[in-house]
């Protein structure tokens, strides 16, 4: 019973969900050390980006946040670790972030095989935005790895990217059907 209501969630479901909270916050935290480092080497545009991606991830662990609360489910918050702050250069870093984006949808992945195991179909409709998120995420991610590939270290075109990372504007992530 939660608050003298029967829960609708699955305890396994339940777990697995909080735990993406905490992979979702922790994806924030991630990207501010990252836009920190972009602000520190003088790539705004850089910095914005990955400042608005930490923005997003935010989005993506209330949305679970609150679908736990709307299935009755209890939010249990863990501690999040702090990022690794090895940094180089941009390219390396964005190799970072797609090696993170694929974590990231290997866990949610996972979460809908649980959905399935545990027969809980509505929240296996409810994931697979966050299947389709991730699709987009790993997709915006490798195009700027492969210009950065392409060009190299050419300063020139590092500020041409940095200008056109600079365009991107947050818009609030909410889940829809």
């Keep these: 019973m939660v608050y003298g209501r029967a829960?609708?969630?699955?305890?396994?479901?339940?777990?697995?969900?909080?735990?993406?909270?905490?992979?979702?916050?922790?994806?924030?935290?991630?990207?501010?050390?990252?836009?920190?480092?972009?602000?520190?080497?003088?790539?705004?545009?850089?910095s914005n980006w990955t400042k608005i991606q930490a923005r997003e991830e935010v989005d993506h662990?209330?949305?679970?946040?609150?679908?736990?609360?709307?299935?009755?489910?209890?939010?249990?918050?863990?501690?999040?670790?702090?990022?690794?702050?090895?940094?180089?250069?941009?390219?390396q870093v964005f190799e970072k972030i797609y090696a993170h984006e694929k974590t990231v949808t290997e866990s949610i992945e996972s979460v809908?095989?649980?959905?399935?195991?545990?027969?809980?179909?509505?929240?296996?409709?409810?994931?697979?935005?966050?299947?389709?998120?991730?699709?987009e995420e790993e997709a915006n991610v490798l195009d700027i790895i492969k210009k950065l590939k392409m060009f190299g270290e050419e300063k020139s075109i590092l500020y041409h990217i940095d200008i056109e990372l600079s365009k991107r504007e947050y818009k609030h992530h909410n889940y829809s059907c």
Aim: proline share 2%; glycine share 6%.
């Design 112 to 135: 809908a095989g649980m959905t399935e195991s545990e027969c809980d179909l509505a929240t296996r409709n409810f994931i697979d935005w966050y299947i389709a998120e991730q699709v």
């Design 7 to 46: 829960k609708v969630i699955n305890k396994k479901i339940e777990e697995i969900l909080n735990a993406q909270i905490n992979k979702e916050f922790y994806s924030a935290y991630l990207y501010l050390a990252m836009s920190a480092y972009f602000d520190e080497i003088g790539l705004k545009g850089f």
């Design 61 to 91: 662990g209330m949305i679970l946040f609150d679908y736990l609360i709307a299935r009755n489910g209890n939010v249990d918050l863990k501690h999040i670790e702090a990022p690794d702050c090895d940094m180089q250069n941009p390219l």
